[in-house]
């Protein structure tokens, strides 16, 4: 399986609305060494110091990332390489309610992958106190400011075992944005 069968199963399965990724967590490939792709903390994808400008290219390589003992790899069925991640492989860049209901919310990553804020994909305050939020696999996106101002916005101060939080609800499940 080439990159190139990837790209056309991916864009196959973006056209009808419902994204299906490669499975590189079945993929154990011989490693062949590192590459000079790096991924900088604003989510851009650089190769040989040059930014890349297609999109499309970034979300066929995204499609094929795995983070294994905390390094990251382009995976393919028969090879695999390291690449540099400087934050988080991808950032949360927006979010809405679904159906408009405030019930759950949507939220999407630089490369389009959506997905509802839940116990599967829920939000992670690091040690020095950014957010971050599980995509997929082991994978996380980091909260871009933007969203996490609005979030502060909607949020209610609610008092926890940790003491005084913000917190809002989506999916039935309370994520807190930090002590306050």
């Known amino acids: 399986m080439s990159l190139e069968h990837i790209s056309q199963q991916l864009a196959a399965s973006e056209a009808t609305g419902k994204k299906k990724l490669p499975p590189v967590e079945l993929w154990d490939p011989p490693y062949c060494g590192e590459i000079d792709i790096q991924i900088k903390t604003d989510g851009s994808w650089f190769y040989n110091g040059g930014i890349f400008k297609r999109i499309n290219l970034v979300k066929l390589f995204a499609s094929v990332l795995k983070k294994e003992q905390g390094e990251y790899f382009l995976v393919t069925p028969v090879e695999k390489v390291k690449i540099a991640v400087e934050d988080a492989p991808f950032v949360l860049t927006q979010w809405q309610w679904q159906d408009g209901s405030q019930q759950a919310m949507v939220v999407s990553t630089n490369v389009d992958d959506e997905f509802i804020l839940d116990k599967n994909h829920p939000l992670i305050i690091s040690e020095v106190g950014d957010l ?20 502060v916005e909607l949020a209610s101060e609610v008092i926890t075992k940790r003491g005084k939080e913000l917190v809002f609800t989506s999916s039935d499940h309370s994520f807190s944005l930090g002590k306050l």
């Open 132 to 151: 971050y939020i599980t995509v997929r696999r082991n994978l996380v996106a980091k909260v871009h400011r933007n969203v996490y101002y609005q979030w």
